[in-house]
Every structure is written in C-alpha cells, then in structure tokens.
C-alpha cells in the first residue's frame, strides 16, 4: 500500500513537468507573443519591448522555462492581469467554495445514485427499475446549464424557496477563517451565516450532482445485478445468514468496486470546477473564476489554475486506488 | 441506503405456489410423515416440476421427479450439463434461480414441503438443516471477505455460537476438514488459497450447522484428480461420522459408482433411471444410461479401437505408431521428431510485497526434455502447478524459455525476428481449455473461424469462404450453424469451432491445453473421436495437455509425468498406465474416479 502511494507521487513528477512545458509553451506560442497577449492588439512596439524586458521575454526560451519552472517551485505562480493578486491566492479563497459545492453534489449523487441503482438493480424489470433508466437518462441528456436555469427560475425566482446567487446573503455579517462558509459559521458559532450558506448550495449542488447521480445510478445498477446472481452470493444464502448481512456485506461491498472508480473519476471533474453551474448561480468556486480570466485573456490565471487542478486531479484518483486497495484485499497485493 | 432495499425476500420459491397448480391428495402429506418418521427417510421428492419462466412461457426444467434419501445415504444424481440434476438440488435448498418455481409436487423434507414453505422458514433451515457444498471453489467464496468471518457469520445469524465464540467453532470446523494450520487459515482471503484449500473451506461451510442433508453439487469437479481424492475421502469421513445425508450431483459416473448408495440418473429433465449404485452402473436399463456408460473415458485405448476397426493388430505391438509418409520421404537425419525439447527451464521472477523486499525466482519448468514424432499424439499430465502449462506456452512461443532450446523442424523456436515468429504460428496452433471464454461473443462462428485465414492474408473473400466451408465439414458443422454466434452453441459445438479455427491454416502442430476437460463425457468422447480422425486424414501432430489421465488413455501415444516442473515420468501409454514406476504416477492413476467399474463391465 505504501509501495504504491510512494510510486504514484513519483509518477506524479514527470506528469506535472510534461504539463508545465505544455503550459508554459502554450503562451509564449500566442500569436503576438506574451506580451501583446498582455498588452493587446494595439500595443506599442515600445510598451511590448519593455514589457519584453520586464518579464524576460527576449531572452532565451529555455532560461525563460526554468525560471518559470524555479518559481512555480517556491509557489509563485505569478499575478492575476485582471486582479493584480497572486494567483495562488485567488485559487485558495475561491476552492473551498468549490470543495462545498462538489461536496454537496456527491451528497446527492451517491446518497440517492447508489439506492436508487441497488433497488432497480434488485427488483429489474420493476417500476422502480423503469423509472430509474429514465431518471438517470434525462440526468445525462439534459444539459447542466438548461438544468440550471429551470432550477433557479422554478425554485429561486418563482417560489423563492432558495437563493439565486451566490455564496451567502451579501447583507450578512459574517466572518470566514477558512473560506468554506459553511464551516465557517460552525466554528464561529454564527449559525444563521452556516445555515444561509448552506441553502445557498442547494441548487447549484442538484444542478451540479445530477449527471453524477444518474452515471452512479447505471453503474450501481449494473454491478449490483452482476453480483446478485454470482455462485458465492448464493453459496452465502445456503448458509442461512440474515437478509441484511447478505445485502450489506456480501452484495453491495462487491458492488461497489467498480461504483468507486466512477466516484473517484466525477470527484475530480467536480473539484475541477463547475464552469457553467457557478456562472448561472454566480457562485464564486475556481470555475467561475476561470471561465472570466478565459474572457479576459488572464494567461496566469489560466496556467496556474490548470496546474493546480491538474494535481488536485491526481491526488483524488491516487486517494480512490488506495481506497480501492482497502475494499479489495486482491489488489493489497499486486498494487 | 441500504434499509430502504427489499425487505422482502427476492428469494425464489415464495411466489412459487400461487401460479402452480398444487395437486395433493389429501392423504399424502400424512402418508410422507409417518413414513419419513418410520424409516429414518430425511428427504422424499414427489413428482416434482419445477418451471423456468422464459420470454417463451413457462420452461420445465424438472419433470415428475421422485427420489427419496435416508439417513445417512449417499444419493448421487448423475447427468450431463442441462440434465436438470442441479435444477433439482437447488430446488431442494430453495436457491432456484429467481425465475424459477417449484410448479408441481412436493419437497418433503422430514415434516415439511420445502416446495411450498414461507421463504423466512426456508432460510431458518438453510445453514442449520440443509447444507450446501458448491460446485466450483473458485468463485463460490466472497472475494473480500476474510474465510474464517465466512464461517463465522453462518454460524452467528443461526444461534449456533455467539459473535464472541464463533471463531474458535470456526477454526474447529477448518480443522476438521484438514486445512492444516486452521487459525491461521482463517484470517486469510480466498485468493491466498488454493482451489483445494478453498473448496475444504467450502465443506466446513456447508457442514457448520450439522445439517440432516447436505447437497454437495460437483463438489471436486474443478479439481486435480489427487486433490479430488483427499477432499472426497474427508466429505465421505465427516459425513458418515456426522450421520448427514448427502445428495451428491456429478456428470462423473466414476465418482457416482464409488461414493454412492444410490444412483439417480437424469436425462432432460426427467429421472430416467434410479437403483443401487454397481446395480444401474454395471447392467444399466435405460438407452441414456447405456449411451453414458460407453461414453465414459474408460481406460480402454481409442487408439486400440480404431485399429481394431480397421484390422491393424500388428501396430499394437509398436507403441510408437509408424510416422506418415511424409517423415519416410522428408528428412532422413537424427530422427522424426517435429518438436524437439531440449533441457528448457522457465524461471518466473515474483515481485516481493513490501517496499523494499527482494524479488524471489520460481522455477515453473526444470530441465524438461521431450520429442513429439511427426504425426503421434505426446501427452503432457499433471497437476496444476506442474509446469505443464508454461511448456506448452513454450512451444507455442507465448513465453520464452529461461534456458535450453525448443527446435520445430529442424529449426529453433523463437529465434527469428516478428516475421519468422509469424511464420511458425501459422504451423504451430492451440485449442484451449474454456470453449465458452475462447471464442469473441460478437463473432459469428463463420468469423471465428475465417479470422486467422484473414489474419494472414489467405486468398481472397471467395477462397476462404470456400476454405471455411471446407473446416466446418471436418468438425461437423452444419452450414446453417456458420451464422450463428457463440452464445447459441453448446459446450461441444464451440469446441468444434475452436478446431476448425485452429485447422483454419493447415498447421503441423495442434497444441490442446486441457481441450476436453471442461465438456460432458459424451462430448468429450465425440470431440475425441473427432481428433482421432482429423490426425489420420490430415497428418497431424499433438500434444496435449490434462490433467485427465482417461482421456490421456484414449488419445496419446506417449506421456510424459510432471511434478514441480519436471519429468517424473516418460513412456508409451501403456507402459506407464500398466506399470507406472514412480509413486507420483500411481497415485495420478489410483486417483481417477470409477478406475476398477471397468472389470464390472
């Protein structure tokens, strides 16, 4: 086990070069160069050349790199064009909001996919069963965002059951020692700040969790009708054991193998930012945030966020094969 | 999540009785108990049916069955694959498949019709009465969960012993069924057992609650002949000490003839026959019966029988049967050999487990020598493990050898480069063991059998079809079964498909890594006959791998033993089946189920 945590952060390495070479080539092969990418298209050829200078653009392109490189190492990833605030900040005070919002999501996605998979699973053919093909077909058919504009104009803007926007009601006192606003009024003791923050995930975490939800459904569904019917559930029934013993502990734990890889692969997309969701519920997360430097040319922002969710990526799918390893006594061995 | 999950039961038989017609004199059940309580008759199935609901309507699978077990006894239901003989015990333990249903009849179980019982009281004698030992031993154990809490969980969900006490009972009953070093045992997974161990594990189970009736469904069929042995000896012990009454299920009328008091013999469905075991084996009544017992790989050549057929006496007297003309007419030199194995080994490397442990060696092949004569039959036997195995993926050149040297007619194997490796596949092929894994589900069998032909670029679209064709009618496959899939063959006729792909190149060497093992006897001895028959026509050579030494007697020239790697053993068939000289070998042949049923017949 520890074999394979140790193996798995060294692979990281050569991962995280290959992409800040890929990153770091990316810009300077703007058309215009870095600079006019900063500056603009009607730049002055004396504003380009200082800022050329400033940021050692005219020298040579592998000095450039491993400058580039030294920095990221002491966590400088340089600065926001459109905030001025270094961009490792601006990716630490905006992914609690996103880690809320996946948890949120997961809540939902594994707390009603999983059931919902096993009972149409168990009773295949059933009314449960047809209705949980269909629910997990619109899941995956209905785009997020179409999802997201029903859901804020039904349950915010005509019933007014849930906020609209955002991470807190803005006319809140509210203090944040860790930026996960939730936890935040925990430990403040400000439980009506904790509570808003917490009705203010709701919907963007249903729009969030739904295709979750529905892909966790299918695979639970899948897994679970294979397991059922295999020799050593029928061998444990020959036993006698209790009907609760055999769901628990001989179907679902054998189920959930490959259950586990689909949470572990939609954890990652999650935590890498919800592009469209944060934007029409205007929720502050690395998405949203990412989706503006796109739209105002923020090529630090840009290549630091994708670094950093590159390795958040990666330390979720390395936490799932370790999980993994902890279900499945096999693999303790091979890994 | 889990609680909102059926809490009704999805078992079987519950909604058995509702769409069935139940058809009871009123005086039978009465009758049922005072004669179970009067001759000790622990279970007596009465005219059953049990039905399978298909998109078809509903299929019989057991038809108007009638048995009885005593005490004690040993009734074992004999039948091939699709006989309904496992439809039967299952129905008895109340683990029909969830579309199936008890549809007529009565299950008597001492005083209770186990066919029309609440699925609650059904579980209650499931664990504590009735016991199950299953058929295969590699996938009837929960993979990720510890042996000993296997055991232990049937033992607590039953009242037998209290959470705090199961473990120790658990570890009694390991022990019992000779798993050496049972504590132990017990804390491992089933993937740190081998299939034996596993399969002992499997009969602790299924004898934890002392049940009156054990049913033991194939229960070593998936094993080494010598395990199987050992593991029958201890079931047969415990058994007769226990008092238990054992339904045994087999398709192996050995293993019928030599465990059982009574032999039920099955056939679609039906109970076709049914006495005293030497009595229905030795003068068997039934045409089905008869068919099974001249199938059975008796220890009676094939080879001697085809030349008896055709009135050759003379070569019985040369073991090595004379090599075909075109060995005469080819190369005069050292000798026939086609495939000549020259002191190879195979070392595996095993990677350690911790951070920093070492890697160890395994040496799965020793210094093993061997020549296959052009156009003979060399069989390899013994247990897994032996080695037998990684030779043959040698000589095929899947692995390489760690030392010594393979030749194929006259040239060394696996020395050229991706060409000549290209080259010797089209002359070296394999038929491998599982019919039902080797063939792609999504290829026709025209396909199957058409892809080496497109593999490596024979003739055009016509020309292979005509070569297709041609394969099928070798195999005896019908034209019309070209277009069907492999999910709608039976064992035997995927079988042919894999020879007839296998042929598809005309190659020198066919290499048949347990290709029989897996199918029924009657089967079994069609596909033999049919390879038999294809060497004669076609000059093949083999060399088969098994660890069944009958069909070994039916099929080779030469046999080669191996243990641990290496050559125990070496000779013409009847050399080392008459006078075996190590021990090794006499206990691979004492082990075969139903060895001395032959002088009976």
Known sequence: ?335 | MTEIADNKTPDGPVDAPVDAPVESPADAPADAQADAAAEDVVLRVENLAVDFRTENGPARAVSNANLTVRRGQTVAIVGESGSGKTTLAMAVLGLLASNGSVAEGHIWFKDEDLGHVSAQRMAQLRGTELGLVPQDPMTNLDPIMRIGQQIDEGLIDNGLRSRRDARARTVELLDEVGLPDAARRAGQYPHEFSGGMRQRALIAMGLAGRPALLVADEPTSALDVTVQRGILDQLAGLTQELGTAVLLITHDLGLAAERADIVVVMYHGEIVEQGPARQVLTAPKHDYTKRLMAAAPSLASRRIEIARERGLEDVLDDALLAPGEEAAAGTVAESDALVQVKDVSKVFTIRGSGLLSRSKDFTAVDGVSLDIPRGSTVAVVGESGSGKSTLARMILDIEKPTRGTITFDGGLVGAGGHKDQIAYRRRVQPVFQDPYSSLDPLYSVFRAIEEPLRAHDYGDAAARRARVEELAEQVALSKGQLQRFPAELSGGQRQRVAIARALALSPELVVCDEAVSALDVVVQAQILQLLAGLQDELGLTYLFITHDLAVVRQIADRVLVMQQGRVVEEGTVDTVFDSPATDYTRTLLDAIPGKDLELAL
């Open chain 1, 1 to 335: 086990m520890l074999r394979l945590i140790v193996q798995r952060l060294l692979l990281l390495i050569p991962l995280l070069l290959g992409l800040s070479v890929l990153l770091f080539a990316w810009v300077r092969a703007l058309p215009g160069g870095p600079a006019t990418a900063l500056l603009g298209e009607r730049a002055t050829p004396e504003a380009v050349a200082r800022i050329n200078t400033l940021y050692g653009f005219d020298q040579p392109v592998h000095v450039q790199y491993f400058k580039y490189l030294g920095r990221l190492l002491q966590g400088d990833f340089g600065v926001s064009t459109r905030t001025g605030r270094p961009v490792l900040d601006e990716f630490l005070t905006r992914f609690p909001a996103t880690i809320e919002l996946t948890i949120v999501a997961l809540i939902i996605a594994i707390g009603i996919g999983i059931p919902l998979g096993y009972i149409a699973a168990r009773r295949a053919g059933s009314f449960i069963d047809h209705s949980s093909v269909v629910v997990s077909l619109i899941g995956v058919t209905v785009p997020v965002f179409f999802l997201a504009f029903i859901l804020k104009y039904v349950f915010a803007v005509e019933l007014g059951w849930f906020p609209s926007t955002g991470r807190q009601d803005p006319t809140m006192i509210a203090t944040h020692p860790t930026n996960f606003y939730v936890l935040d009024g925990l430990l403040t003791g400000e439980w009506d700040a904790a509570w808003d923050a917490l009705v203010h995930l709701i919907l963007p975490g249903i729009a969030l969790g739904t295709i979750p939800l529905a892909i966790v459904a299918r695979m639970t569904r899948a897994a679970v009708s294979e397991v059922q019917n295999a020799d050593y559930v029928r061998t444990a029934r020959a036993k006698g054991i209790r009907a609760s013993r055999l769901r628990g502990e001989h179907i679902l734990r054998n189920s959930m193998l490959p259950v586990l890889t689909t949470i572990g692969l939609q954890v990652g997309l999650l935590l890498s930012g919800a592009v469209l969701t944060e934007t029409v519920f205007a929720f502050s997360g690395i998405g949203s945030f990412l989706a503006e430097a796109v739209f105002n040319a923020d090529y630090p922002v840009m290549q630091g966020f994708v670094l950093m969710i590159a390795i958040v990526y990666a330390l979720v799918n390395l936490f799932v094969d370790v999980s993994y390893g902890l279900i499945d006594p096999r693999l303790r061995r091979q890994q």
